[in-house]
């Protein structure tokens, strides 16, 4: 009898790795939450909370509050998984007049929050009232869509706001609106 030994290669060739499918990385996901009404944030914070609690790191970005000097470099912790910023203003924004020292925050907010993202410590990020920020003029759309499209694939994020433009819709995985029904 004859045998013949070979030598085990400590280099695999590319088609003899196998990966247990548990050790992937899962995708995130794009979740638009929309309502004719700006009162729904509670909903979200839930998710956002029990996602904290579970150990993985949230970032509740809130683009048309102020008036507490909470700016980018001053973020609220909550416990170690989640962290809330709004932009650095003297007050929350109503309506699209807003003064050159307010669009400069709110630009310098989103800046500060795509880079936090590309970080990659977050796995849920909250966009508050994105949708109101865009359609006031404060960030581009498509900077938004480039920066959905270009984020670290297992970040999850959560839009939120009235009147959310088609292109975020378009690229969302999931779309809730909320609603009133009145009942007769």
């Given at each position: 009898m004859v045998s013949q030994l070979q030598p085990l290669s400590l280099s695999p060739s590319p088609t003899s790795i196998v990966r247990h499918p548990l050790l992937q990385t899962v995708e995130g996901t794009v979740q638009v939450f929309t309502a004719v009404h700006r009162n729904f944030f509670t909903n979200v914070m839930v998710q956002a909370l029990r996602i904290a609690d579970q150990g993985k790191a949230v970032l509740i970005v809130q683009f048309l509050k102020g008036g507490i000097h909470q700016g980018p470099s001053q973020p609220v912790q909550f416990g170690q998984n989640l962290d809330w910023v709004?932009?650095?203003?003297?007050?929350?924004?109503?309506?699209?007049?807003?003064?050159?020292?307010?669009?400069?925050?709110?630009?310098?907010?989103?800046?500060?929050?795509?880079?936090?993202?590309?970080?990659?410590?977050?796995?849920?990020?909250?966009?508050?009232?994105?949708?109101?920020?865009?359609?006031?003029?404060?960030?581009?759309?498509?900077?938004?869509?480039?920066f959905l499209q270009q984020r670290p694939p297992q970040v999850d994020v959560i839009l939120t706001g009235p009147d959310m433009p088609a292109p975020l819709l378009n690229i969302a995985d999931q779309v809730t609106e909320f609603r009133r029904n009145i009942l007769p």
């Open positions: 709004r932009a650095d203003m003297p007050r929350c924004i109503h309506g699209p007049e807003v003064s050159p020292g307010e669009r400069e925050a709110i630009r310098d907010l989103w800046a500060q929050t795509k880079a936090a993202i590309a970080r990659g410590r977050y796995g849920l990020v909250v966009l508050d009232e994105l949708s109101l920020a865009v359609n006031y003029g404060l960030i581009p759309t498509q900077d938004v869509v480039d």
